[in-house]
């Protein structure tokens, strides 16, 4: 079983920063890449950015010199910055963390976490 701990949303004004974490725990044996996807209402969830366990990113282009992911392999943790926040930011953000575990077999659609709700006022 892995288990996904998210924290950091909040209600934020335009322009504000708000930092997301995700940590995983449980029976892990290593992890691969890890990533934010958010869902705004009446939307389909949506790749935000991803890290691989090289340190290679990738970005949404709607995000894109405003989020930073990161990660924190010994903690099993990922992270993503958030500055220059938007309106249309408004989301739930879930991480997403794909887990070579201790025993059984891989998941391919990695795990998620709860989602943590990110809302950004004019």
């Known amino acids: 079983q892995v288990q996904l701990v998210e924290s950091g949303g909040g209600l934020v004004q335009a322009g504000g920063s708000l930092r997301l974490s995700c940590a995983a725990s449980?029976?892990?044996?290593?992890?691969?890449?890890m990533g934010w996807y958010r869902q705004a209402p009446g939307k389909q969830r949506e790749l935000v950015a991803a890290?691989?366990?090289?340190?290679?990113?990738n970005y949404a282009d709607s995000v894109k010199g405003r989020f930073t992911i990161s990660r924190d392999n010994a903690k099993n943790t990922v992270y993503l910055q958030m500055n220059s926040l938007k309106p249309e930011d408004t989301a739930v953000y879930y991480c997403?963390?794909?887990?070579?575990?201790?025993?059984?077999?891989?998941?391919?659609?990695?795990?998620w976490g709860q989602g943590t709700q990110v809302t950004v006022s004019s």
């Open positions: 997403n963390v794909d887990v070579n575990p201790l025993s059984g077999i891989r998941s391919l659609s990695g795990y």
């Open positions: 890290i691989t366990n090289s340190g290679s990113t």
């Open positions: 449980g029976s892990i044996f290593s992890i691969n890449a």
